[in-house]
T-cell receptor, first 113, second 114 residues
Framework: EDQVTQSPEALRLQEGESSSLNCSYTVSGLRGLFWYRQDPGKGPEFLFTLYSAGEEKEKERLKATLTKKESFLHITAPKPEDSATYLCAVQGYSGGGADGLTFGKGTHLIIQP | NAGVTQTPKFQVLKTGQSMTLQCAQDMNHNSMYWYRQDPGMGLRLIYYSASEGTTDKGEVPNGYNVSRLNKREFSLRLESAAPSQTSVYFC?????????????FGAGSRLTVL
C-alpha cells in the first residue's frame, strides 16, 4: 500500500524567510511524485511531477526535489500570495490496479507580511 | 477552457436522501476520478474510470455508485446519504505524461448530511 507523510502540518513564515516542506513516501515502484497547491475553497492546482531520484523542478519561488524516500518543496523568499496548503501525492505500480494518486494530508503554509 | 466542472457546489441533505454529483471535463482526458477530502484525512479516492465504459473502486467506495456516461462525464451517486458522507468531493481527470497520470481537479462540491 502506497503511503505519503507530509511535515510539518503547518508552517508560519515571515515574508522573505525561506524554508522547506517535506514529503516522505513509500510506494511499490514510483510512476510519479506530484506537488499540488490548494487555496481555501478551491480544488488542488498542479505544480510539479517528479519521476526519478535526483530530479529537480522549479517554478518561480518554488523548487521541488526528489530522493528515493522523500521529496522537498523549497520555498525561496516567499510572498504572502504563496500562502496555501501544499499537497504531496504519489502514483505507484500498485497490484490492485488503482489508477489514482495517494495523497498526504498537506502542509498549511502561512506567509506573514 | 473550463477544465473540470462540478455541480452542485453546495448541497445539504437529510439522512437517507439520495443525490448525484455531476462532473464534466472538456480536455479529452481518458481517465476520471472522484475523491473526498475530510479534515485531518487528506484526499481519498472513491472511484475512478480509466476509460469510457469502465469503472473501478478506490480506497473508500462504500455507500457510493458511479457512472461514466461518456468520455466527458463521470457522476457520483449517494443512494442513501449518511452523516459520515459529509465532506468536500472533488472530481478530477487526467492525461498520461511520461508514464504517470497528471490530474486536473474541479472546484469541489461541499456536501452536508444532517
Amino acid at each position: 500500500e502506497d503511503q505519503v507523510t507530509q511535515s510539518p502540518e503547518a508552517l508560519r513564515l515571515q515574508e522573505g524567510e525561506s524554508s522547506s516542506l517535506n514529503c516522505s513516501y513509500t510506494v511499490s515502484g514510483l510512476r510519479g511524485l506530484f506537488w499540488y497547491r490548494q487555496d481555501p475553497g478551491k480544488g488542488p492546482e498542479f505544480l510539479f511531477t517528479l519521476y526519478s531520484a535526483g530530479e529537480e523542478k522549479e517554478k518561480e519561488r518554488l523548487k521541488a526535489t526528489l530522493t528515493k524516500k522523500e521529496s522537498f518543496l523549497h520555498i525561496t523568499a516567499p510572498k504572502p500570495e504563496d500562502s496555501a496548503t501544499y499537497l504531496c501525492a504519489v502514483q505507484g505500480y500498485s497490484g490492485g490496479g488503482a489508477d489514482g494518486l495517494t495523497f498526504g494530508k498537506g502542509t498549511h503554509l502561512i506567509i506573514q507580511p | 477552457n473550463a477544465g473540470v466542472t462540478q455541480t452542485p457546489k453546495f448541497q445539504v441533505l437529510k439522512t437517507g436522501q439520495s443525490m448525484t454529483l455531476q462532473c464534466a471535463q472538456d480536455m479529452n482526458h481518458n481517465s476520471m476520478y472522484w475523491y473526498r477530502q475530510d479534515p485531518g484525512m487528506g484526499l481519498r479516492l472513491i472511484y475512478y474510470s480509466a476509460s469510457e465504459g469502465t469503472t473501478d473502486k478506490g480506497e473508500v467506495p462504500n455507500g457510493y455508485n458511479v457512472s461514466r456516461l461518456n468520455k466527458r462525464e463521470f457522476s457520483l451517486r449517494l443512494e442513501s446519504a449518511a452523516p459520515s458522507q459529509t465532506s468536500v468531493y472533488f472530481c478530477a481527470s487526467s492525461f498520461r505524461s511520461s508514464g504517470a497520470n497528471v490530474l486536473t481537479f474541479g472546484a469541489g462540491s461541499r456536501l452536508t448530511v444532517l
